[in-house]
């Protein structure tokens, strides 16, 4: 009965069939089926496809599976084997099953000529990353006839110098380009057929893996492809490292854009368990009577795997026979009290039917996992290859139905064939049926095999041999694996699996022997990949627990490398910032260095002090410290020491508008950066160029320099220059009056800095507020304001603190709050000459609202020579603006004059119509000429007109308009 047979579930296919059906119009779909272990996921997605294949002979379908032993350390695993399976798998073993082999074979045959091709033309940076280019290269060629030149240069392009070397990948590779390409060669492959690609066990996927799904759901609609993903609903729910499961919001996410996706077989097997036994029993001949099937149903539930194993059971105990006309009946005893309840039990009762020799070796094969390779247990037995991959065939897979064939992979010069457990918990239960001794003498031996045959392509397999090397009672080794499976995530900006990788290594590190030299590394990687997290608490406890052990065990280096990581973190503005106790830190650190005779980090501590007297507005004494940074840097030839220092000398020199240092500092470190392939410090060197950009009014170039600096962070998820970046675009668009699109940047900017940074979390809504001012909109604003107004001595004090408060001091102004905004403009004190600028513009806005005039022309004087000396081109239109404002208030019409057709023409420079309109219809005022007024008034109406026409809110649109009716327009 149970022998390969397919029932009942007719609800689910046909649910699934109208899926395919949408799918094929070119409207891709997107469906999940939810059940527990055994609930017939895997049975159903293969039904599905196998009768979808007869009906359309041009359909391609492909699975990839989530692993439950590597987990989410092992990025795009799922993704990996579609992409393998559609380009290099083995076209024979697809069809060796399929009705008209010929016709399908060569379906397959033509296909893979299509995708390797597609492949290589669309999606170059995934070979050697989804797709092992080393091993497959020579196949690749075969399959599509590769010339020898094209051969050679795609060898080139994985990293492949010889047939004995492994590919390497290029750490500039960022996941965006990556989802691209992969989707770009799905989008190529799906035009002229339907594609169906299964991605089972999501429970398992790890975060990459889950975001790509969401990226092909997202941008793949328009083609011709059904994603079906399976997962336990139960492990789900359980979350992952104290969290909400990742795979819960990305099925939320996608219940939005498709509707109801999720076919969930728990639901229905209480519905139509009955119908399941009574298909299953049915499914060959027999005269079994309602009372079986009713104890049958009592026992099971109508669970599908409960069902199949009892009914197995039943007929290998003999308790189910065939009669003579060969149909299934009750033996002559049939003592349900005697069967195992549970369906460990069932398992138990099959497996211990099996001769010694084949218990063993699937006891072996539990120990490498759900899925084992034969060569690997025929070490570990001492047999031939060829004799155990018989046994499997031959008796485990069609007598015992236990495994199943997965087809062979190819390692080098060798094949390795695969097989699958039937079920899982098959599986788990001879793996746990093992003694602690024997699970850790074939674990350790299991390595030791895997280690042999992946010569050369170990990191292919690093998370698993870290696995085996660990419950084999190699520690030691273990640690090596799993730092070569961290480094491999975090080259691939898989942060998260990153620091699972490495956290086990340094807890594993505590039980083992392990050289302080790995130690330091694993516990810096870990901090680094914390920090690009956005994790800063946690990143300092490593840095804490790293010293600990250093102290505890005497280790000076290991000491001063805790010391120096930590003193960074406290010296630039993330939400841990401390400039007393960087500063302490560095000092200490210095002499340290200095008593070691470590150069590089006497380097290192040197760019911390410099990174602290940024921190604390010391400009001055960051430039010394850093050129003496440099100059270290230089001599020992420390490239990216020389990169970090010169992305902060450039600020440092841009704060004392030294630009042409700056500039020179900037390009040699924005050149460095790309040579080093770092995405993230690339980000962070562009967004610190923009506040030079910004300074000097290159409005243009801020707006493109910025669209560059947040599509790399957008690319590896980094969230802080990504903020910074729309931050400022959202302020120049403010500028130009494009304030629907100025403001959801500027709000953007806000949710981006929320998930990391406190420091510009308070910095950007101050920035919000003072934008809803500028619109005349301070009901609006006050909202905002009242609502995360942060007291002027909890703003934090680093570099942004300045501005923070200059902006909510101009709020403060627009609403009439003027002793506050005087208030919070006396705690600023400023120490760049920009801030200076912007600050004294505050101030002469405040005299200008209390009506001291020659005061505010005072401010406006000295704003406008400070600008004039500083090439502060941002601001040199306001402050003519201003002094020509307060000039007309002081019946100097002449000089207002003046001073406003000079402020006009900055404002023009500028582009910035926020301004140009307020110039234009201050001249109106004090126009004598009626006919010439009314002509700047025409003027200053169409700019107004332009601004009311880019807001799409009501409110806020007639808030502005009310604010410009104020000057007459």
């Given at each position: ?452 045959l992946y010569a050369g392509q170990t990191d292919e397999i690093a998370l ?149 007297n940024l921190l604390q507005n010391k400009a001055a004494e960051a430039i ?59 980000s962070n060197n562009l967004n610190l160029s923009l506040f030079q950009l ?276």
């Open positions: 009965m149970p022998n390969s047979v397919f029932v009942g579930r007719e609800t689910e296919l046909h649910k699934l069939k109208t899926f395919l059906d949408y799918a094929a119009l070119g409207k891709a779909q997107v469906v999940f089926i939810a059940g527990e272990a055994g609930a017939g996921k895997s049975s159903l997605v293969t039904e599905f496809v196998r009768r979808e294949e007869e009906a359309d002979p041009k359909l391609i379908a492909s699975i990839g599976e989530c692993n439950a032993q590597t987990g989410i350390a092992d990025p795009y695993l799922p993704f990996r084997e579609v992409l393998i399976d559609l380009t290099t798998g083995n076209e024979e073993e697809k069809t060796s099953r399929e009705i008209d082999e010929k016709k399908k074979l060569k379906r397959w045959k033509d296909f893979v000529q299509v995708s390797t091709r597609t492949l290589i033309m669309l999606g170059p940076d995934l070979v050697g990353i989804f797709v092992p280019g080393a091993q497959i290269i020579g196949r690749i060629g075969m399959a599509i006839g590769l010339s020898s030149n094209l051969s050679t240069k795609l060898s080139e392009q994985v990293g492949k110098k010889s047939d004995k070397e492994s590919p390497k990948i290029d750490p500039a590779l960022d996941q965006e380009k990556i989802f691209e390409q992969y989707a770009a060669v799905l989008k190529v492959l799906s035009k002229d057929r339907t594609l169906i690609l299964i991605l089972d066990d999501l429970q398992w996927a790890d975060s990459g893996s889950l975001n790509l799904l969401f990226h092909l759901a997202r941008q793949l609609k328009e083609s011709r492809l059904l994603l079906v993903g399976t997962y336990r609903p139960d492990d789900v729910a359980l979350g992952r490292d104290g969290g909400r499961h990742p795979l819960e919001s990305i099925l939320n996410e996608l219940k939005r854009y498709y509707g109801d996706i999720v076919l969930d077989l728990s639901q229905t097997e209480s519905r139509e368990g009955r119908t399941f036994v009574d298909a299953l029993v049915d499914s060959e001949p027999n005269h079994l009577e309602r009372g079986f099937r009713d104890e049958l149903f009592a026992h099971t539930g109508g669970h599908p795997l409960f069902t199949v194993e009892l009914i197995r059971n039943l007929q290998e105990r003999g308790n189910l026979v065939k009669d003579a006309q060969d149909n299934w009946v009750q033996g002559s005893s049939l003592d349900w009290k005697t069967l195992p309840a549970r369906i460990d039990g069932v398992i138990g009762e099959r497996i211990a039917r099996l001769p010694v020799e084949l218990r063993e070796t699937l006891t072996i094969g539990s120990v490498v996992g759900e899925e084992f390779s034969a060569q690997v247990v025929a070490r570990v037995q001492k047999i031939s290859e060829h004799e155990l991959v018989r046994t499997l065939s031959r008796e485990l897979e069609k007598c015992y139905l236990l495994v199943v064939e997965q087809g062979e992979i190819r390692i080098g010069h060798q094949y390795l064939s695969q097989y699958r457990f039937s079920h899982a918990l098959i599986q788990q239960y001879l793996y746990d049926e093992l003694g602690a001794g024997e699970r850790r003498i074939l674990h350790s031996e299991i390595a030791e095999i895997l280690e042999d698993q041999l870290a696995h085996h090397f660990e419950a084999g009672g190699k520690a030691d080794k273990a640690i090596g694996y799993l730092l070569i499976s961290g480094d491999n995530a975090f080259q691939s900006y898989a942060y998260n699996e990153a620091i699972a990788a490495y956290t086990h290594a340094l807890e594993l590190g505590e039980q083992a022997t392990t050289n302080a030299g790995q130690l330091t590394y694993l516990y810096l990687r870990l901090g680094r990949a914390l920090e690009l997290s956005n994790q800063y608490e946690l990143a300092i406890q490593n840095y804490n627990a790293m010293l600990e052990y250093a102290s505890k065990h005497h280790d000076q280096s290991m000491e001063l490398a805790a010391k120096v990581a930590a003193s960074t973190l406290y010296s630039i503005p993330t939400p841990v910032a401390d400039g007393a106790k960087g500063r302490r830190l560095s000092e200490e650190t210095l002499h340290l260095a200095r008593e070691l005779g470590d150069r590089t980090s006497e380097a290192r501590v040197l760019w911390n002090l410099q990174l602290v010394e410290c850093g050129e003496a940074s440099l100059s270290i840097a230089r001599e020992l030839n420390l490239r990216e020491q020389m990169a970090y220092v010169l992305s902060d000398l450039s600020w440092a020199y841009n704060m004392s508008c030294r630009y042409e240092e700056a500039d020179r500092r900037m390009e040699e470190g924005t050149r460095l950066w790309r040579e080093l392939g770092n995405m993230p410090m690339l910004f300074w000097t009014g290159k409005n243009e170039n801020v707006i493109s320099v910025a669209e560059e600096a947040y599509q790399i962070s957008t690319s590896i998820k980094e969230v802080w220059n990504r903020a910074s970046a729309r931050n400022f675009q959202g302020v120049i668009w403010l500028d130009y009056g494009e304030i629907d699109r100025a403001l959801a940047a500027l709000e953007e900017s806000v949710h981006l800095a929320a998930q990391g940074n406190l420091v510009y979390e308070i910095w950007y809504r101050a920035i919000l507020c003072q934008a809803y001012a500028e619109l005349g909109a301070t009901d609006t604003g006050m909202d905002l304001y009242q609502a995360h107004r942060v007291a002027n001595d909890d703003v934090p004090h680093t570099p942004a603190r300045t501005g923070t408060l200059i902006s909510y001091a101009l709020f403060e102004l627009a609403s009439n709050q003027l002793d506050t905004a005087a208030a919070t403009l006396t705690e600023c004190l400023p120490d760049a000459p920009p801030w200076e600028c912007l600050l004294l513009l505050a101030k002469c806005r405040l005299a200008l609202a209390r009506s001291d005039f020659s005061a505010g022309i005072a401010l406006a004087d000295s704003a406008l020579e400070l600008s004039q000396e500083c090439k502060l081109g941002r601001y040199l239109p306001e402050a003519l603006f201003l002094k020509g404002k307060l000039l007309f208030l002081r019946n100097e019409i002449k000089g207002a004059k003046s001073t406003l057709e000079q402020a006009r023409l900055a404002a023009k420079n500028l582009g910035s119509r926020r301004l140009l309109w307020q110039i234009i219809a201050t001249l109106a005022e004090l126009e004598f000429d009626k006919e010439l007024s009314l002509g700047l008034k025409a003027e200053a109406r169409e700019i107004v007109d332009y601004i009311a026409n880019h807001i799409t809110p009501e409110e806020l649109r007639e808030s502005f308009q009310q604010s410009t009716s104020s000057v007459g327009l």
